[in-house]
């Protein structure tokens, strides 16, 4: 089945640097791509969609110059959570659209904390 | 909008016992419904999935109905076991202005004991 691959699964960063995060199909193209966030004991909150060749597109609420989205291949996004702060603390999974069904493979997710 | 609501948890059951976790869905159209499984520390891992009505997807000994009279999709397991313990997402996926998006619910607990 389709697979994607997310990396770093963890990382820790000082406050006010940058965290680059990579999400990558592994065997089928994925044209879209999406980030979400997940805060301790909730829910997965979809942050944006990555497309492919053009601008990422964000939910309300989420800052576009902070969490940073490039979608330059079809089998490559990146978010870069840009003047991390600890609030920025979060665990972060992509997912794309697993052209066999209608549904999605997720990455393994990576546990940012920000000190 | 399209929204997701699933039973509170945490669900502490016995090795052995009967599972089911409630879910309901509001959908303007004719939405793909989806059960996650997440577990500690990891991503989220499809467990199964309906795309139309009546539709029972089933995997691992789970099962869930596509009820679209009741809007439901609930998640049912007749034994469970202590790997079953993880955090299970009803989710639905439909196409609206900004192409297919998921849509999660809160996420429900299960602990299982032995």
């Known amino acids: 089945g389709a697979v994607v691959s997310q990396h770093p699964s963890r990382v820790i960063c000082k406050s006010g640097t940058s965290v680059k995060i990579e999400c990558r199909s592994l065997d089928f193209q994925a044209t879209t791509m999406f980030w979400y966030r997940q805060f301790p004991k909730q829910s997965l909150m979809l942050m944006a969609t990555?497309?492919?060749?053009?601008?990422?597109?964000?939910e309300q609420g989420v800052e576009k110059d902070k969490f940073l989205i490039n979608h330059a291949s079809l089998t490559l996004s990146t978010l870069t959570v840009t003047s991390a702060h600890p609030e920025d603390s979060s665990f972060y999974i992509c997912?794309?659209?697993?052209?066999?069904?209608?549904?999605?493979?997720f990455g393994s997710g990576t546990r940012l904390t920000v000190v | 909008g399209n929204s997701v609501t699933q039973m509170e948890g945490p669900v502490t059951l016995s090795e052995e016992a009967f599972l089911t976790i409630n879910c309901t869905y509001t959908a303007t159209g004719y939405p793909s419904l989806f059960w996650y499984v997440q577990y500690p520390g990891e991503g989220l891992q499809l467990l199964l999935k309906a795309t139309k009505a009546d539709d029972k997807g089933s995997n691992k000994g789970f099962e869930a109905t596509y009820r679209k009279e009741t809007t439901s999709f609930h998640l049912e397991k007749g034994s469970v076991q202590v790997s079953d313990s993880a955090v299970y997402f009803c989710a639905l996926s439909d196409q609206g202005t900004g192409g297919f998006k998921t849509i999660f619910g809160a996420g429900t607990r299960l602990f299982v004991k032995a």
């Open positions: 990555s497309n492919e060749g053009s601008k990422a597109t964000y």
């Open positions: 997912s794309a659209r697993d052209p066999g069904y209608y549904g999605y493979t």
